[in-house]
């Protein structure tokens, strides 16, 4: 289990991320979603031991990840936005660093690769953008890590290639492992994560599964605007609002909308959800 | 615990992955530059021999300054080729979060850049100029031979320690200082240096690191001269006064004891201040390896 308490980090005097507390449970897809500059890449860092926190701490199975104790690090793996283009092909660069990761498995490697349609025996550094992030994230799933921290993982990845990452996220991540995805493109992911974390300038705004988002909220989908609904926008062919649901019905959740939602209303939501602090 | 920090089996796989590493990165570089006194020996051979008819490779004194400057830059420019990649956000952050500890990936580090790149490098430029000097009857000398067995490597020759046989236990002395043994520490610790500059400066490691270490020797300096002028005044203004061309070793050893003991223990007194000067490298290596964030 991940617990994060009274985490503060601050660049300089820009400060970043302040007094967030949340628990992250085994076994879920967390979407991490924010504005940009609320710090979603600075958590993910802090999580995988990148940086050393100002203030709180964070506790990952009983490590400090600031610690990168080796035994630590083979249970996670940090999936940056951005990734080195190595001078090797990369099932070369599979087998050389996958060694370092106890469950590592190098035919799952082939096989996500094989589900992405990229070849194995390319050179790293002659792979476009797009086909070096579906290495990378073979690689990342192929190391059968308890913990998988991804920070925008389907930028740069085509139409078909955010399917085939959806299909292989959800086909060969094991059951007990937490994944904490970094995103934007909420669309990609709409079927994929859950719970769902909104991260605000030094708050946690939201953190709640999709069975609690909707047994407090209502997605709406219709043509006439409710007076009483807490966000609402223009869609083709009618709207999409979002009403507090006081009747238990059971409704889709549009990220979009929720998002726009917790921002429209932070007070209330954190009200609302009871902002689970650590 | 003790895996958290030392593992044999895992740094051993970790130094193979980080040699292949290093085989990638400068590979080649390394060929180029240890077969470089080769490679000119043939081209200036090729040249000699068709416009006059006659082989003449490198001659003596150009074949010593090639081999003191390509093992500078090789020494030099090494350690930001190799781990330089580290203050680099993307692959720097691979580095820091591979399951082996950061002891292992600093010893497997150290262990390359001041063992590895120069061992690799000398035993290939001084075999490749061992064999042109057993192929090549124009070569003379071999560096190896010229630097570990050569009288002409020894300043003081014959002729003036037989003029200044009194002298001769400074001399014995000072002779050591032209061991080529004495200079390892030297290599480790320039190799130290510029791979303490790779992991501090983001560009222009090389430059800035020299341009550091100018300053800070431009401060020690400063800081040196001062205190050796005042303390040392004295004596020299004693040396000042005597007839130099009259005075003995044993006269100079108790009128200046302090100056003739340096004088006795120079090898010592380089090898101390070499290997403290190291350790200071290797533990700020060390510190900026375990502290290294992105």
């Given at each position: 289990?991940?617990?994060?308490?009274?985490?503060?980090?601050?660049?300089?005097?820009?400060?970043?991320?302040?007094?967030?507390?949340?628990?992250?449970?085994?076994?879920?897809?967390?979407?991490?979603?924010?504005?940009?500059?609320?710090?979603?890449?600075?958590?993910?860092?802090?999580?995988?031991?990148?940086?050393?926190?100002?203030?709180?701490?964070?506790?990952?199975?009983?490590?400090?990840?600031?610690?990168?104790?080796?035994?630590?690090?083979?249970?996670?793996?940090?999936?940056?936005?951005?990734?080195?283009?190595?001078?090797?092909?990369?099932?070369?660069?599979?087998?050389?660093?996958?060694?370092?990761?106890?469950?590592?498995?190098?035919?799952?490697?082939?096989?996500?690769?094989?589900?992405?349609?990229?070849?194995?025996?390319?050179?790293?550094?002659?792979?476009?953008?797009?086909?070096l992030k579906k290495t990378y994230i073979s690689f990342a799933l192929a190391c059968n890590t308890k913990y998988l921290f991804m920070d925008e993982p389907t930028n740069g990845l085509d139409i078909p290639s955010k399917a085939q990452f959806r299909k292989a996220v959800l086909k060969f991540t094991s059951e007990h492992s937490t994944l904490l995805i970094s995103t934007h493109q909420v669309r990609d992911l709409e079927a994929l994560i859950d719970p769902i974390i909104i991260l605000d300038h030094r708050d946690v705004l939201?953190?709640?599964?999709?069975?609690?988002?909707?047994?407090?909220?209502?997605?709406?989908?219709?043509?006439?605007?409710?007076?009483?609904?807490?966000?609402?926008?223009?869609?083709?062919?009618?709207?999409?609002?979002?009403?507090?649901?006081?009747?238990?019905?059971?409704?889709?959740?549009?990220?979009?909308?929720?998002?726009?939602?917790?921002?429209?209303?932070?007070?209330?939501?954190?009200?609302?959800?009871?902002?689970?602090?650590? | 615990?003790?895996?958290?920090?030392?593992?044999?089996?895992?740094?051993?796989?970790?130094?193979?992955?980080?040699?292949?590493?290093?085989?990638?990165?400068?590979?080649?570089?390394?060929?180029?530059?240890?077969?470089?006194?080769?490679?000119?020996?043939?081209?200036?051979?090729?040249?000699?021999?068709?416009?006059?008819?006659?082989?003449?490779?490198?001659?003596?004194?150009?074949?010593?300054?090639?081999?003191?400057?390509?093992?500078?830059?090789?020494?030099?420019?090494?350690?930001?080729?190799?781990?330089?990649?580290?203050?680099?956000?993307?692959?720097?952050?691979?580095?820091?979060?591979?399951?082996?500890?950061?002891?292992?990936?600093?010893?497997?580090?150290?262990?390359?850049?001041?063992?590895?790149?120069?061992?690799?490098?000398?035993?290939?430029?001084?075999?490749?100029?061992?064999?042109?000097?057993?192929?090549?009857?124009?070569?003379?000398?071999?560096?190896?031979?010229?630097?570990?067995?050569?009288?002409?490597?020894?300043?003081?020759?014959?002729?003036?320690?037989?003029?200044?046989?009194?002298?001769?236990?400074?001399?014995?002395?000072?002779?050591?200082?032209?061991?080529?043994?004495?200079?390892?520490?030297?290599?480790?610790?320039?190799?130290?240096?510029?791979?303490?500059?790779?992991?501090?400066?983001?560009?222009?490691?090389?430059?800035?690191?020299?341009?550091?270490?100018?300053?800070?020797?431009?401060?020690?300096?400063?800081?040196?001269?001062?205190?050796?002028?005042?303390?040392?005044?004295?004596?020299?203004?004693?040396?000042?006064?005597?007839?130099?061309?009259?005075?003995?070793?044993?006269?100079?050893?108790?009128?200046?004891?302090?100056?003739?003991?340096?004088?006795?223990?120079?090898?010592?007194?380089?090898?101390?201040?070499?290997?403290?000067?190291?350790?200071?490298?290797?533990?700020?290596?060390?510190?900026?390896?375990?502290?290294?964030?992105?």
């Amino acid at each position: 289990m991940i617990k994060i308490k009274d985490l503060a980090f601050s660049y300089g005097d820009l400060e970043v991320l302040k007094e967030i507390s949340m628990k992250l449970e085994e076994g879920r897809i967390y979407g991490l979603l924010g504005e940009n500059g609320v710090g979603k890449t600075t958590l993910l860092t802090l999580l995988a031991g990148l940086k050393k926190t100002n203030y709180g701490s964070i506790d990952i199975d009983g490590f400090n990840p600031y610690e990168r104790k080796p035994s630590f690090l083979s249970e996670i793996y940090y999936l940056s936005d951005e990734v080195p283009a190595i001078k090797m092909t990369a099932i070369a660069f599979a087998s050389d660093r996958g060694q370092f990761w106890t469950n590592f498995d190098l035919k799952k490697f082939r096989e996500i690769m094989n589900l992405f349609e990229n070849d194995v025996e390319m050179r790293m550094d002659r792979m476009s953008y797009g086909q070096l992030k579906k290495t990378y994230i073979s690689f990342a799933l192929a190391c059968n890590t308890k913990y998988l921290f991804m920070d925008e993982p389907t930028n740069g990845l085509d139409i078909p290639s955010k399917a085939q990452f959806r299909k292989a996220v959800l086909k060969f991540t094991s059951e007990h492992s937490t994944l904490l995805i970094s995103t934007h493109q909420v669309r990609d992911l709409e079927a994929l994560i859950d719970p769902i974390i909104i991260l605000d300038h030094r708050d946690v705004l939201l953190n709640a599964s999709l069975s609690e988002i909707t047994e407090k909220l209502y997605f709406d989908y219709s043509t006439t605007v409710d007076p009483d609904a807490l966000y609402s926008e223009l869609i083709p062919g009618g709207c999409i609002q979002v009403l507090k649901n006081d009747t238990g019905m059971e409704s889709k959740v549009n990220i979009e909308a929720l998002f726009n939602t917790v921002h429209k209303h932070k007070e209330l939501i954190k009200d609302m959800f009871n902002n689970k602090k650590a | 615990m003790e895996t958290e920090v030392f593992n044999l089996n895992r740094f051993w796989r970790y130094f193979k992955s980080d040699f292949d590493a290093f085989i990638s990165r400068y590979g080649i570089t390394l060929l180029v530059m240890s077969t470089l006194g080769l490679s000119l020996d043939l081209i200036l051979g090729l040249f000699s021999l068709t416009s006059t008819g006659t082989w003449q490779g490198l001659i003596g004194p150009m074949r010593g300054a090639l081999f003191f400057g390509t093992s500078a830059m090789v020494l030099i420019g090494s350690p930001a080729k190799l781990y330089g990649y580290l203050t680099d956000k993307k692959e720097g952050s691979a580095f820091l979060l591979l399951p082996v500890s950061t002891f292992e990936k600093y010893i497997s580090m150290i262990l390359i850049t001041c063992i590895v790149v120069p061992l690799m490098f000398f035993m290939i430029y001084f075999g490749l100029d061992v064999m042109v000097c057993m192929i090549d009857p124009t070569c003379g000398t071999s560096l190896f031979s010229f630097i570990f067995y050569s009288d002409d490597f020894n300043l003081f020759n014959d002729e003036t320690a037989m003029a200044m046989t009194e002298w001769n236990e400074f001399i014995e002395h000072f002779k050591v200082l032209l061991n080529p043994a004495l200079y390892i520490d030297d290599i480790i610790g320039t190799s130290l240096m510029f791979l303490l500059g790779a992991l501090i400066f983001k560009t222009s490691k090389t430059g800035k690191t020299l341009g550091c270490i100018i300053l800070i020797s431009i401060a020690i300096q400063i800081v040196i001269t001062p205190i050796l002028a005042i303390t040392g005044l004295s004596a020299i203004r004693d040396l000042g006064s005597m007839d130099l061309s009259q005075l003995t070793a044993e006269q100079f050893k108790t009128s200046f004891p302090f100056y003739s003991w340096v004088g006795l223990h120079l090898g010592l007194i380089d090898t101390l201040s070499d290997m403290f000067v190291n350790c200071l490298l290797l533990f700020f290596v060390w510190f900026r390896v375990k502290r290294i964030k992105h």
